[in-house]
């Protein structure tokens, strides 16, 4: 599987951003839709964090303490996409930010399978 990811840029404080990540291909017979899908973020000099995760049809979702109420996650099978929707955005939410695609059905942050390139958000005070 390979994971696309897109949407970042440059946001005010206060502002809203959204990032998808458009699957392609398939790994182990498994089409995008029966992957759990999940959101990290690596500031610099930082560990990469888990943030959200949403399982195969979308019905369970699962937020990290620090973006919870203000980040969405969801995911449209159809068009092998997973987005992130990132509302009341802080300058601390600066980061290179990264979908995953994991086989499991509740992955901890180390079992993802599949990483996508990143994409930078900056948020602006």
């Known amino acids: 599987v390979q994971l696309q990811a897109s949407g970042g840029g440059l946001v005010q404080a206060g502002g809203s951003l959204r990032l998808s990540c458009v699957a392609s291909?398939?790994?182990?017979?498994?089409?995008?839709?029966?992957?759990?899908m999940g959101w990290f973020r690596q500031a610099p000099g930082k560990e990469r964090d888990f943030l959200a995760r949403?399982?195969?049809?979308?019905?369970?979702?699962y937020y990290a303490d620090p973006v919870k109420g203000r980040f969405t996650i969801s995911r449209d099978n159809a068009k092998n996409t997973v987005f992130l929707l990132m509302n009341s955005l802080e300058p601390d939410d600066t980061a290179v930010y990264y979908c995953?695609?994991?086989?499991?059905?509740?992955?901890?942050?180390?079992?993802?399978?599949?990483w996508g390139q990143g994409t930078q958000v900056t948020v602006s005070s």
């Open positions: 995953a695609a994991g086989l499991r059905l509740f992955p901890e942050p180390d079992e993802y399978d599949y």
């Open positions: 291909g398939r790994a182990s017979g498994r089409a995008f839709s029966r992957y759990t």
């Open positions: 949403i399982t195969y049809g979308g019905g369970s979702t």
